[in-house]
């Protein structure tokens, strides 16, 4: 099997990483036709709603993240998986239950996205742990490049899918459908093999947990850094489900077959960035930044493309920048984190990477009402080169980088604040093992 694919070899894995596509699939499913349903059924293309309904879903996690963690990192996470992914399938019924029998207001969605976010914080960290409880440490990038393949896998074929079932016969049976899709987590998870998983530690109950993981994080300037690039281009940049649903139907008038494709186009990329991300053992804070600063440049070229068909050929190399931000930014936490910490650092990660959209959504959504839909995509382009460039500057003025020369296949060796995290992590192990 290739380096690309490897985690594919353990069973686990495999079930896992089927159910995720599916599951996903459903999920962009879900986005695509509940945005639609804001901005076309239930308003007359208000960006400002639609901005609220990814404010609220996102905002539980800006709210609850700290105790998400905590929960995780005590709880088995299997179990706490199959609630997570039972209850986003009742949402989804409900949902669909209100729209189709003619009921649905805009309060209801509103309703159920934060009840929806209020899983997600929990779930978020949750489904990014797991994965080291499916695989063996040293195949844990892997996995999580995989993860993400899946998932824009699912891009692919979501928004789409979801698109033409609009068209056909409405959001409606897009909710119900994804009751079903939403399940594929639960049954694969029953059907694993709970003799091949590799057991993590469960945290005992006590007190200042919360205060424990913040402090972690407070001492470890590699994944605050992380932190604050991704938050920024999360907030302001990655609200495409907005931005592209602006962009398709005011500035180039298209429906929603041509809307869900536009998500699609993102995903080809996406998914190039997933698998390239795969094939790194020790993702680093400078792809990152990297990556970050990139994406600026596309989100820029994407608010000033002419047409609807140039627009959809720069998602391309927007999505392949985002996906590799993205990817490495959780690999390299999660394999420089302490497993007994790990829950609540990545709730922690996710408390700024996703739940910063609460602060940046509703901005941009006005910015598409005042001064356009191409305006909100560069406001996010120039707001995520900000950030890269000033992570970049304080990194190179603060860290302490070691540059090592050798003769060698690869003669030339940084060694930084990564680096030295993983050494006092093997350290520890070391310790705990004598």
């Known amino acids: 099997m290739s380096t690309t694919f490897a985690s594919l ?29 804001v901005l076309v059924v239930l308003t007359n293309g208000s960006g400002t709603a639609l901005g609220i309904t990814t404010a609220l879903q996102f905002f539980p996690i ?3 993240s700290p105790w998400a963690g905590v929960i995780v990192d005590r709880a088995d996470r299997r179990k706490l998986l199959q609630f997570t992914q039972s209850m986003n399938g009742v949402m989804s019924l409900i949902l669909g239950a209100l729209v189709l029998t003619g009921v649905a207001q805009l309060w209801h969605v509103y309703l159920l996205a934060f009840v929806s976010g209020a899983l997600a914080t929990v779930d978020a960290p949750a489904r990014q742990t797991f994965v080291s409880e499916l695989v063996p440490k040293g195949s844990v ?3 999580v490049g995989l993860n993400s393949a899946a998932f824009n896998v699912a891009r692919l ?3 789409a899918t979801s698109g033409l079932v609009i068209a056909w016969v409405g959001p409606g049976w897009v909710f119900i459908v994804n009751v079903l899709l939403f399940l594929a987590p639960v049954i694969a998870m029953m059907l694993m093999k709970v003799e091949l998983l590799t057991p993590m530690k469960l945290v005992k109950r006590k007190k200042g947990q919360i205060r424990e993981g913040l402090r972690y994080v407070k001492n470890r300037s590699d994944i605050i850094v992380i932190m604050i690039v991704a938050g920024f281009v999360s907030a302001f940049g990655m609200n495409f489900q907005m931005t592209s649903a602006v962009m398709a ?8 077959g ?4 536009l998500g699609s186009f993102m995903a080809i990329g996406a998914l190039g960035g997933a698998l390239l991300a795969a094939r790194r053992k020790f993702p680093r804070v400078r792809l990152v930044v990297v990556a970050a600063f990139l994406f600026g440049i596309f989100d820029i070229a994407l608010g000033l493309a002419p047409t609807y068909e140039t627009f959809a050929l720069l998602s391309i190399p927007t999505g392949l920048a985002m996906l590799t931000m993205v990817t490495a930014a959780n690999a390299s ?13 990545m709730a922690l990660y996710m408390m700024v990477f996703l739940g910063s959209n609460p602060v940046g959504a509703p901005i941009i959504g006005w910015i598409a009402d005042a001064w356009g839909g191409r305006w909100s995509l560069l406001a996010g382009g120039i707001v995520a080169i900000v950030v890269s460039v000033i992570a970049a500057i304080w990194a190179i003025k603060t860290w302490d980088v070691r540059i090592e020369a050798r003769l060698s296949r ?17 350290a520890r192990e070391q310790q705990q093992t004598d």
């Open 9 to 37: 070899k353990f069973y686990n894995y495999r079930l896992w990483f089927v159910a995720t596509m599916i599951a996903s699939t459903g999920q962009w499913m879900q986005r695509v036709a509940q945005d639609w349903l």
């Open 62 to 64: 800006l709210l609850f």
């Open 141 to 143: 990038p892997n996995a």
């Open 157 to 159: 074929l979501g928004p």
């Open 249 to 256: 139907t005011e500035v180039y008038g298209k429906g929603p």
């Open 258 to 261: 041509e809307y869900g494709i």
């Open 333 to 345: 936490i999660q394999v420089s984190t302490d497993p007994d910490m790990r829950g609540r650092v």
């Open 410 to 426: 690869h003669p030339i060796r940084t060694y930084g604040p990564r680096e030295r995290a993983r050494d006092m992590q093997a």
